[in-house]
């Protein structure tokens, strides 16, 4: 199982399989988090469906920094859960 890391410090992108094989990507959305501050949310796409809304989960970064550092230091096993709880999370396992 390989990840790869794609994009600039604006838009880094993780692309990994789930225990089943499928390939997501796990990507940092804009958002406001904590005190109305500019931040990230963790969230996962299918890369077969670049076009669907990005599944969020519940992680939210203090800033883009911080979501890209994040993002490249995740391991397998902790991509594989987050997803795991945000599908759950949505309602779509």
């Not at 990994?16 to 406001?32: Q, T, Y």
């Not at 996962?44 to 969020?56: I, K, Q």
């Not at 920094?65 to 991509?79: H, I, N, P, V, Y």
Request: net charge negative; glycine share 8%; aromatic share 6%.
């Amino acid at each position: 199982m390989t990840a790869s890391t794609t994009g600039s410090t604006e838009n880094m992108m993780r692309e990994f399989r789930d225990e089943h094989g499928k390939s997501w990507e796990a990507l940092a959305v804009d958002e406001i988090v904590a005190h109305g501050k500019k931040g990230a949310r963790l969230a996962f796409r299918p890369t077969d469906e670049p076009a669907a809304a990005p599944v969020l989960s519940t992680i939210t970064f203090n800033s883009r920094a911080a979501a890209d550092f994040a993002l490249g230091s995740l391991g397998m096993k902790e991509l594989r859960r987050r997803l795991s709880l945000a599908l759950e999370e949505a309602g779509t396992v």
